[in-house]
T-cell receptor, first 111, second 114 residues
Framework: EDKVVQSPLSLVVHEGDTVTLNCSYE??????LLWYKQEKKAPTFLFML????IEKKSGRLSSILDKKELFSILNITATQTGDSAVYLC???????????FGKGTSLLVTP | DGGITQSPKYLFRKEGQNVTLSCEQN?????MYWYRQDPGQGLRLIYY???????QKGDIAEGYSVSREKKESFPLTVTSAQKNPTAFYLC?????????????FGPGTRLTVL
């Protein structure tokens, strides 16, 4: 059975801290891994990772994929209260079936 | 503006009633998806459609039905057979095909069954 596991499930940090969110997967026919941010409504796309070892960056957010060890991390540096959200990791299979989502990491950034 | 719309935003129904959730996209995407999200859970796939007039069951299709008569529309019916219908429902779409494309999500419909 295909599995996507995120850790931690929840996290509380102070503004300015750096956080690392983890996503491990066990799937057949891996195609890509995606990160989304969800703030009480529709998930918004952050990154898509298809190749190992290539870091994707967008401002204070970055992500990298390790296809050998089957995991990805999402880093957020200098966190702000606006980063408070649920971060979802999803894996797309080669079949183009749909996305397999993890349960998400709920991040709360306090002032 | 291009995007995905879902209506209504909030929906209340009595137990035993069927209800249909709307999903429309003007992105010219071939593939459309319905997900369900419960508190503290990730998204679970209900149904998906990769082309007009064709759709497949996802992981939790029991108690739900869909149709795909037009490319831009993929309505979801929650039937009385669905045991726990109260949830947040998200519709998504993607161009489909072999290219790498993220899924775009609509704003969601929060269904509460009383």
């Amino acid at each position: 059975e295909d599995k996507v596991v995120q850790s931690p499930l929840s996290l509380v940090v102070h503004e300015g801290d750096t956080v690392t969110l983890n996503c491990s997967y066990e799937v057949t026919n891996f195609r890509s891994l995606l990160w989304y941010k969800q703030e009480k409504k529709a998930p918004t796309f952050l990154f898509m990772l298809t190749s190992s070892g290539i870091e994707k960056k967008s401002g204070r957010l970055s992500s990298i994929l390790d296809k050998k060890e089957l995991f990805s991390i999402l880093n957020i540096t200098a966190t702000q209260t606006g980063d408070s959200a649920v971060y979802l990791c999803a894996v797309e299979l080669n079949s183009g079936y749909a996305l397999n989502f993890g349960k998400g990491t709920s991040l709360l950034v306090t002032p | 503006d291009g995007g995905i719309t879902q209506s209504p935003k909030y929906l209340f129904r009595k137990e035993g009633q069927n209800v249909t959730l709307s999903c429309e996209q003007n992105l010219n995407h071939d593939a459309m998806y319905w997900y369900r999200q419960d508190p503290g859970q990730g998204l679970r796939l209900i149904y998906y459609s990769q082309i007009v007039n064709d759709f497949q069951k996802g992981d939790i299709a029991e108690g739900y039905s869909v149709s795909r008569e037009k490319k831009e529309s993929f309505p979801l019916t929650v039937t009385s057979a669905q045991k726990n219908p109260t949830a947040f429902y998200l519709c998504a779409s993607t161009p489909g095909g072999s290219s790498y494309n993220e899924q775009f999500f609509g704003p969601g419909t929060r269904l509460t069954v009383l």
